[in-house]
């Protein structure tokens, strides 16, 4: 058995990783684009067939390329919140998914009471939003004729998009998902483990129609390929399994990806903190042996300002461009960036702010707003950390970072002078399958927690300047940006 093969269902595209078991190193990689539909304005929606069949798909060509005799198990990760309904007795979506993304339950969020808004944040950790899915499941039961009539006759599943991939690769055998997945849905109690009654009943969604729980390394059961029964083990939603494959297993590691917008976990041991800033208390990972909580903050633009450097304003060809023209300049000539397209996340919540250049002179060129804006994705991720560091009383020792725009070097430098701790920069940048791939390998019993550390091997280490002082200038001078982009 040499390899384990990794599903990431992510939002955009599925796609399959075989990882080299011994080495933790990816040899084979086979994508999908998925589909998006936006029905409405604020509205998103996926076809979950499409899901499963392109998963499918992926899957059998890394199988195809592999053989099914040299695959020990497959592992999943996914996009987190987003919602499925289906028969139990055909497998069938009743109706779209509903997307993360998706606000059609703004209005309903909105009108959940203060009381139970404060239960909610207690007993989830979450604050409480369209984004999670008790909302969009109560919707689709509102909504859907079909659903409520297979409510009736106890054949509807309701899920995240793990639990589905699980039920029709095992054919109907397996109705279940991982802490980690249920930690994002506003239905389940973080401190006990459990579907909460109360939640379910103020939501009207019975239990029978959610998974089963189980704990990240579980084996949920098998699928077949070629004949050959293959083991289904190891499920975490994306930023979770980037935890997990970022090794990020000791109070105090953190991980920031940073993709189109900006994610960052950082664990908090096997202690749940609540957040006093707007963070999320979220399930780092669970293990047969015990839980790991994390808190959550994310920026909903980061990659996607460079990509609008590059898209609307035609300062730069490639996002890799971005590096070289920002390092023309000293520094940014007073110019600062705040990048509130879509309002702010953690920890302003603000969807209303937004974005703003400030300190424009007749000298400011390109590269000094191309620098601007590099060093505000940056100046995200210290807000969060700051307040990471305050609601826990843990000291960040290093950040690990991954996704697209961790390729520049120049933020990365940026990063670990402005944070005055070192940013480390994996071999393997696939953190999120590399993490299901290690949960797999756990559950299968071919490796230990242990090993997850030693697997991680450092591609490049940023190591913070000498002379901070200017830093911490130039980051308040951004704090002044965003409380001008706040007045919006
Ligand atoms: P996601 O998974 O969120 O779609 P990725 O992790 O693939 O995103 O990262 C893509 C983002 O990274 C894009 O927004 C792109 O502009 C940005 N990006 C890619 N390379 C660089 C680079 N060298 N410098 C800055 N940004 C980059």
Redesign the pocket.
């Known amino acids: 058995m040499k390899y384990i093969l990794a599903l990431d269902a992510?939002?955009?595209s599925v796609r399959a990783v075989l990882y080299d078991v011994k080495t933790g190193t990816p040899v084979h990689i086979v994508q999908q684009e998925v589909g998006q539909s936006f029905p409405q304005p604020g509205w998103v929606e996926q076809d979950a067939n499409e899901i499963f069949y392109k998963s499918a798909y992926v899957l059998n060509s890394c199988v195809s390329f592999a053989g099914a005799e040299n695959i020990a198990g497959i592992g999943i990760t996914n996009q987190r919140e987003t919602v499925v309904l289906w028969n139990r007795k055909t497998g069938e979506p009743v109706c779209p998914a509903i997307v993360w993304q998706c606000r059609r339950t703004s209005g309903y969020c909105a009108e959940i009471p203060a009381d139970m808004r404060e239960k909610i944040k207690k007993k989830t950790g979450l604050i409480p939003d369209a984004y999670f899915s008790a909302s969009k499941i109560r919707w689709c039961l509102d909504n859907v004729p079909a659903a409520r009539k297979l409510y009736r006759e106890g054949n509807l599943c309701a899920g995240t998009v793990d639990s589905y991939l699980v039920f029709k690769l095992t054919e109907g055998k397996a109705f279940a998902t991982d802490c980690t997945n249920a930690s994002r849905t506003m239905l389940f109690d973080i401190h006990t483990l459990r579907w909460d009654k109360e939640l379910l009943d103020y939501f009207g969604i019975g239990e029978e129609i959610l998974p089963e729980l189980r704990p990240s390394d579980a084996r949920m059961g098998e699928t077949t390929f070629g004949g050959l029964r293959i083991p289904v083990a190891g499920v975490a939603g994306d930023q979770q399994a980037a935890l997990f494959g970022q090794a990020c297993l000791s109070r105090g590691d953190c991980k920031i990806?940073?993709?189109?917008?900006l994610f960052m976990l950082f664990n908090t041991g096997e202690t749940c903190v609540s957040s006093e800033s707007g963070l999320l208390t979220t399930v780092g990972y669970s293990l047969e042996k015990k839980t790991v909580y994390a808190l959550e903050g994310s920026a909903f633009n980061?990659?996607?300002?460079?990509?609008w450097l590059?898209d609307n304003l035609g300062f730069i060809r490639?996002?890799?461009?971005?590096?070289e023209l920002a390092l023309t300049v000293p520094d940014t000539g007073g110019v600062c960036f705040v990048p509130a397209f879509t309002g702010l996340g953690a920890p302003h919540w603000r969807s209303d702010a937004r974005g703003l250049l400030t300190g424009i002179t007749r000298g400011t060129g390109t590269a000094h707003i191309v620098r601007a804006v590099?060093e505000s994705?940056a100046y995200g991720a210290r807000e969060l950390s700051d307040c990471m560091q305050k609601d826990s009383g843990i000291c960040l020792r290093e950040i690990r970072c991954?996704?697209?725009?961790?390729?520049?070097n120049?933020?990365m430098q940026f990063q670990a002078d402005l944070l005055g701790i070192t940013v480390n920069r994996p071999a393997v940048r696939e953190s999120t399958s590399l993490g299901a791939a290690l949960l797999c390998a756990c559950s299968l019993g071919i490796i230990g927690e242990e090993e997850v550390l030693s697997l991680r091997k450092s591609e490049k280490i940023f190591r913070p300047s000498e002379n901070r002082e200017n830093f911490e200038t130039h980051y308040r001078n951004y704090q002044l940006a965003v409380k001008r982009a706040l007045l919006n």
């Open positions: 992510g939002t955009t990806t940073y993709g189109t917008g980061a990659g996607s300002s460079v990509q590059r490639s996002s890799g461009e971005s590096e590099l994705i991954d996704g697209g725009a961790s390729a520049n120049f933020l």
